[in-house]
């Protein structure tokens, strides 16, 4: 089955940085790869997906990559502002089945 | 934040005690989930039902049993709980191509 490795474990940056988060994954037969935003208390919400016909997507100051031969994608936060501070999940879903497979999770700290 | 919610919020339980936990979309899908998320184990697969029949089972143990009566409505039912079964449970729903969309989750606590 599909698996997804996500790095770093924690990240802290300073308001106005970037932050740069990857993902990889083992089925090549996956073709949707969402990103989640979960703040402290609340349930995981998207913020950003791509599906496999498409390398790069942006939306405002988040924008996502994906590089299939290589099997990675990773999310890019620009001009962080501390509301950015979050666990981050990226995730992937095979052709086969239905159900998303999350990474770990990445705890985003954005200092100001 | 109402399409998809989870009942009860919290939850404490004795390892003899039976509960369940119940999952209502208001979205129109046709696929449910649970996970489970722990401090171990982020967003861990439990069960996938789609259109109403269970398709995935991540080899959980048997004190967990799930319940889908229809397309709107999903149920975890707990037995005789373990204190690492501790974690909040989420329940999410999808479309069968589209993303899933989590509800706010139960805190579960066994003593």
């Known amino acids: 089955g599909e698996n997804v490795e996500q790095h770093p474990s924690t990240l802290s940056v300073q308001e106005g940085d970037s932050a740069v988060i990857k993902c990889t994954y083992s089925?090549?037969?996956?073709?949707?790869f969402p990103w989640y935003k979960q703040e402290l208390g609340k349930r995981p919400q998207l913020i950003i997906d791509?599906?496999?016909?498409?390398g790069e997507k942006k939306d405002q100051r988040i924008a996502v990559t994906l590089n299939k031969t290589a099997k990675h994608f990773s999310l890019h936060i620009t001009e962080t502002q501390p509301e950015d501070s979050a666990v981050y999940f990226c995730a992937a879903r095979s052709q086969a089945g239905t159900a998303l497979i999350f990474g770990k999770g990445t705890t985003l700290s954005v200092s100001s | 934040e109402t399409g998809v919610t989870q009942t009860p919020r919290h939850l404490v339980m004795g390892m003899t005690n039976k509960k369940s936990l119940k999952c209502e979309q208001h979205l129109g899908h046709n696929a449910m989930y649970w996970y489970k998320q722990s401090a171990k184990k982020p967003l861990e697969l439990m069960f996938v039902?789609?259109?109403?029949?269970?398709?995935e089972n991540n080899s959980v143990p048997s004190r967990f049993s799930p319940e889908c009566p229809n397309s709107s409505h999903l149920f975890l039912h707990l037995h005789t709980l373990q204190p690492e079964d501790s974690a909040l449970y989420l329940c999410?729903?999808?479309?069968?191509?589209?993303?899933?969309?989590f509800g706010p989750g139960t805190r579960l606590t066994v003593l």
């Open positions: 791509i599906r496999s016909n498409v």
């Open positions: 089925d090549s037969a996956s073709n949707y």
């Open positions: 999410a729903s999808s479309s069968s191509t589209d993303t899933q969309y």
């Open positions: 039902y789609s259109l109403e029949e269970r398709v």
